[in-house]
């Protein structure tokens, strides 16, 4: 398949998503339109606005439930569980905003109750559709990832077999890369060496690499492993009936085929949920509340120095795509290229207002805008300029594991005491080192011990400036 071919694939797959997260709000207002028409409701501009209210809320609180993860093995009662809490707590919302509002009296209760229980019933009988649609589309070779395996043996051989056969499960299998040449494979290509599958797994968009090793080539395939640290795609381990009783990661199976997992994203749906919830109720609390500081904030930059009042930088996020960090500008220059000159103790860029924002941390209160948007969150790996990750990928083994998760606006790094420059290589293996533990350890209950640490760290540090 050519390369084109695998991008307009992915387009494809970026069009269903975007199509299946406005349909839930489309079809849940459709629904208030056609019931009020039964009700001899007229729909008037109160309604209007209920409506669009409610459109607005779905879309985040929907995607935060885990309702737009891939359905690829999404079990129906875990679709039901997911759309219910979702819409239970839309419905809290709009029963909180018309509280405060005093404006539930308005709307008719026969009306209002028809509609909230209605929708559930209804979005559920899409997405079941939905599900089904996607499920052929797969088995049609579309809304696929990607695999290769590296590795040939008769575990992988089965797994290959395996895949071949279920063709609803959405992965299309490239095909081998092995330092031998065997000959008794079924049609599917030796595509090189396992030298050559990081640079193969970077150049052709690779979602997935399955690892296959044997007792006589570990080291091979241990040097392959950390290579393979440099790519952002999901890797599985699959091991040998011995090796895999001796293993302690997340294990899997496609079909009986054994896969444990070495790196992949930490959350659990639930967990997803929750984190994600925090961010959207924390982010906007502080976008609401810090209003006033950062309109003064503002003020204060634009009267400051001449150039525009927000930074805006190219930085990874998640799974290494590219996304537009905003900073208050504290510096003179807008460095966006591929050299970007990390900030030192005295640089005379940096103006007399962004010393105290950077001092402070205030410089940084916009990304509260990023984390409500959905490319950042409250905790996790500090991003980092796109000119600095190119560099650092190549220096530090595993670098590239830290876009695993959602960049932070703090992280483990920072409360340990590795914020501001990094003017040496150990000081960026040591912020490294300690988003790695992050990602081995996450739980909710860390991401907030480091939120109530980080105020305390933030006032003390002397390292930001």
Not at 192 to 208: C, F, K, M, S, W
Not at 218 to 229: D, G, W, Y
Not at 355 to 360: C, E, I, M, N, P
Request: proline share 5%; with cysteine; hydrophobic share 45%.
């Amino acid at each position: 398949m050519s390369h084109n071919t695998h991008w307009t694939l992915r387009a494809n797959m970026s069009i269903v998503t975007l199509a299946q997260r406005l349909l839930d709000p489309t079809v849940a207002v459709l629904l208030l339109v056609v019931l009020a028409h039964f009700y001899n409701v007229t729909f008037a501009t109160s309604l209007q606005l209920f409506a669009l209210t409610t459109f607005l809320l779905i879309l985040p609180i929907f995607k935060a439930t885990g309702m737009y993860r891939p359905y690829r093995s999404l079990a129906p009662r875990l679709l039901m569980i997911r759309l219910i809490m979702g819409w239970s707590i839309v419905m809290g919302m709009m029963l909180f905003i018309g509280f405060v509002t005093k404006t539930s009296m308005v709307f008719s209760r026969a009306l209002i109750l028809t509609w909230s229980c209605s929708v559930p019933i209804v979005l559920l009988a899409v997405h079941f559709l939905v599900w089904n649609l996607l499920r052929q589309l797969r088995v049609s070779g579309r809304n696929s990832k990607f695999a290769v395996i590296a590795g040939v043996n008769k575990v992988s051989l089965d797994l290959a077999e395996q895949i071949r056969e279920c063709r609803d499960l959405g992965i299309r299998l490239r095909g081998f890369f092995d330092d031998t040449s065997p000959s008794d494979l079924p049609d599917i290509p030796v595509m090189g060496t396992l030298a050559e599958v990081p640079e193969y797994v970077r150049q052709n968009q690779i979602d997935v690499v399955y690892v296959a090793c044997t007792s006589d080539n570990e080291p091979r395939f241990t040097e392959l492993i950390e290579a393979l640290q440099d790519t952002t795609a999901c890797v599985y381990f699959v091991p040998s009936l011995l090796m895999y009783s001796l293993m302690h990661g997340r294990s899997y199976e496609i079909n009986g085929v054994p896969l444990i997992s070495i790196w992949e994203i930490p959350f659990s749906d639930l967990q997803y949920f929750f984190k994600r919830a925090i961010d959207i109720v924390l982010s906007g609390l502080a976008l609401v509340a810090l209003s006033p500081v950062m309109a003064v904030i503002a003020i204060a930059v634009k009267l400051s120095s001449p150039g525009p009042i927000l930074f805006k930088q190219r930085r990874y996020g998640l799974n290494g795509q590219e996304i537009i960090v905003y900073k208050f500008r504290s510096m003179t220059v807008m460095e966006d290229g591929g050299a970007v000159v990390q900030a030192t103790r005295g640089d005379r860029r940096i103006t007399p207002v962004g010393a105290f924002l950077r001092k402070t941390s205030l410089d940084e209160l916009p990304q509260f805008l990023n984390v409500w948007q959905g490319r950042m969150s409250l905790v996790g790996p500090r991003p980092h300029a796109v000119a600095h990750n190119e560099m650092y990928r190549k220096l530090i083994s595993g670098y590239m594991l830290r876009h695993k998760v959602k960049p932070g606006i703090t992280g483990w790094a920072q409360v340990n005491g590795c914020r501001g420059e990094t003017e040496t290589l150990d000081k960026m293996k040591r912020r490294i080192d300690y988003d790695l533990e992050y990602l081995k350890n996450w739980s909710l209950s860390l991401d907030i011990q480091i939120l109530l640490k980080t105020a305390f760290v933030f006032l003390r540090d002397q390292n930001a400036y």
